[in-house]
């Protein structure tokens, strides 16, 4: 099932000129779009809905795949840097050993104002992960 909010979002994005793709599944609907980091992976951006309220969670999985066990406290630490830096998206080190994004939008938005939320929220992912991707590859790579 399609749920409200991704169409809004969707027809957002699509006014915007980005490209993006719909997955459902029977509780759930996400809007995927995407942008790449130089000299960097690309980069999906997930806008999840699960009900017809505009409670839209955001997500990045895998924004940095398979920490090393011996990198872990060091990834820790720029995660640590980076949360404390940004204050609208929340990175996190999930079971998998991956680094994870999340954003979680007001359950108080309404029609009108959630596919401009979710532009506004996409174009900071963009900043946000464009400046933070060098700091956890230097920590990767040392």
């Known amino acids: 099932m399609i749920f409200k909010a991704t169409n809004l979002i969707k027809q957002e994005m699509e006014e915007k000129g980005l490209y993006c793709s719909i997955n459902e599944d029977d509780d759930i609907s996400d809007v995927i779009v995407g942008f790449d980091i130089e000299n960097g992976p690309d980069v999906d951006v997930h806008f999840i809905s699960s009900d017809n309220d505009n409670d839209v969670i955001v997500r990045v999985f895998g924004f940095i795949n398979h920490v090393a066990e011996d990198k872990e406290d060091k990834i820790l630490k720029v995660i640590n840097e980076c949360n404390d830096t940004y204050r609208y ?54």
Do not use: H
């Open 89 to 142: 998206l929340k990175f996190v080190l999930s079971n998998g050993n991956n680094v994870d994004i999340a954003y979680d939008f007001s359950m108080k938005i309404d029609d009108a104002s959630v596919g401009a939320e979710a532009f506004n929220i996409f174009a900071q992912c963009v900043t946000i992960v464009r400046e933070c991707y060098p700091m956890f590859m230097k920590v990767m790579w040392e």
